[in-house]
């Protein structure tokens, strides 16, 4: 496509409904919105079969043909899938993608994949708010979207000063991660029981809504978790639209 706008339609009008919806997003610091699944779309999530956890993917750039290439490779290395199935769920990532970036009028995303086999690890809620992506504390908006299974949990707070203490002692908690990682579990536990105690859960969007919510700003960034399980595998996608230097500062600490 090479710069051309990509089929089939973007996301989201450009109209009235996207001005409400960043209202509310500024608001509220999450908004959900219907994606709007095309019958393809949905019959490749139904479908598609988890078998292994790559490495999760990566991409920091316009959204373009190199991005949906590379989306192809990474979903051939999930599972043994259809040619239909990888090709209908690349072109879905990438119109999201291509949805958030016109959204933000934006030149570039980060547009990041995560696949998991099934697990327990979330059954006690990570709730934490998403920052470090750029040195100012500006506030971004990121994109979230379960391709299979369940969607991401948000919650608000409830105790400002626990849940910033609680924040504090999970940074210096993560920062013995590697050198001691029975006493890192241990305190993991503790920090996550009682931030259950600091935030108040909302209705998480449905298996057909995208999510919307502020990143970035030690502040004012939403509170979220990875969702419960329930045995099952997952794959979920997130779009960080941006500035070219924005997503270049990201893409650098990334891989450092
Ligand atoms: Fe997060």
């Not at 509310?24 to 490749?44: C, I, N, S």
């Not at 899938?81 to 769920?89: G, Q, T």
């Not at 203490?165 to 503790?190: G, H, P, Q, T, V």
């Not at 509170?223 to 070219?244: A, D, T, Y």
């Amino acid at each position: 496509m090479n710069g051309e706008p990509l089929e089939p339609e973007p996301l989201q009008d450009i109209g009235k409904e996207n001005v409400d919806k960043k209202e509310t997003l500024k608001e509220k610091g999450v908004v959900y919105f219907d994606v709007g699944l095309t019958q393809e779309e949905r019959y490749a999530m139904e479908r598609v079969q988890i078998e292994r956890e790559p490495k999760e993917f990566d991409y920091y750039g316009p959204v373009n043909d190199e991005l949906v290439k590379k989306l192809t490779d990474y979903f051939n290395r999930i599972g043994d899938n259809a040619e239909e199935i990888i090709n209908n769920l690349s072109a879905l990532v990438a119109r999201m993608a291509d949805g958030v970036q016109k959204d933000f009028n934006a030149e570039y995303c980060w547009v990041n994949v995560r696949t998991f086999l099934p697990t327990n690890e979330y059954d006690i809620p990570r709730w934490h708010k998403d920052g470090g992506y750029f040195k100012s504390n500006e506030e971004f908006y990121k994109l979230v979207f379960p391709i299979k299974g369940s969607p991401t949990r948000f919650a608000k707070v409830l105790d400002a000063k626990r849940y910033e203490k609680l924040e504090r002692e999970d940074a210096i908690n993560n920062s013995i991660r590697d050198e001691n990682s029975e006493e890192f579990k241990k305190e993991n536990i503790r920090i996550r029981k009682e931030l259950m105690e600091v935030v108040e859960e909302i209705e998480p969007p449905s298996n057909e809504q995208g999510a919307l919510y502020t990143v970035n700003n030690r502040q004012t960034s939403t509170i979220h978790s990875e969702p419960k399980m329930h045995g099952g595998s997952r794959i979920f996608m997130q779009v960080l639209p941006g500035p070219k230097e924005k997503i270049e500062e990201w893409e650098n600490r990334s891989k450092k």
